[in-house]
């Protein structure tokens, strides 16, 4: 719905009553990013694991055939993020729309993409098991570690994930706008140094068979949930970032 405001002029114009949906509009009129895109490369990934494990089962190989392809979009979806501020920021500055609209009403279109590529990866997985892999024994969206709780345990890990990249991508591109390309290239670099310290301690201190005995025991959903706190605390370092981005 819209609301009609009198200018002094005598013209009209409307306004959105919700200028969040308006944002999600917005974003959506480049359905190429928010749809297209990361159907296709879920849908380009899914066929070309098909096709590698076919050969490999007319090889004479019966094992059951895992990929790791279906993380695919997940990747784009930082892509997503930083097209989310690069291509409309400045344009809903022009529309006159907060920062806080702009950050809640991005989000909630990354909700809504993110929601139904969870939807076709958990078709998939569903496809998989009632036909025992394509009748190939291959793999692509279900892994038994990720489906532990069913169809709904293995869409909220999914759509967590996407979620947790498409915040990364749209933090990385606000701080790229607001100190430029070198200070995020140090910070960037500088975390990257900050993981490979760490990987380095477990390895010096022999812990690593620990930490994969905690993974393992928290199950995909309980590192989800774990995911989902990180990716409410990068969005919440996205707005404030936002705020202080000059335009």
Known sequence: MTAVIDHPSGTHTSRPK??????????FTNTQTFVWMPLLILVAAWLITLIIH???ASAGVDSPKYS???????????????????????????????????????LTAATISAAGISAVFVVLGLIEQATDGYG???YFAYLSWVWEHGPLGAGFVYFVLTMLC????????????????????????????ALLAGA???????????????????????????????????????????RRLTT
């Open 200 to 242: 380095a301690w477990f390895n010096v201190n022999r812990a690593w068979s620990e930490v994969w005995a905690a993974l393992v025991g928290a199950q995909a959903v309980g590192l989800a949930l774990w995911a989902l706190g990180l990716t409410v605390v990068f969005a919440l370092g996205s707005y404030l970032t936002l």
């Open 54 to 56: 076919w050969i490999i």
């Open 166 to 193: 498409f915040v990364l991508g749209f933090w990385f591109a606000i701080v790229y706008k607001r100190v430029g390309a070198l200070i995020l290239t140090i910070s960037l670099t500088g975390l990257a140094l």
């Open 18 to 27: 919700n200028r969040i949906l308006g944002v999600v509009r917005l974003q």
């Open 68 to 106: 790791g392809g279906s993380q695919a979009p997940l990747w784009y979806f930082a892509v997503v993020g930083a097209q989310a501020v690069n291509r409309t920021f400045y344009f809903s500055q022009a529309m006159s729309l907060t920062r806080r609209e702009f950050c809640l009403g991005s």
């Open 136 to 138: 190939i024994n291959g």
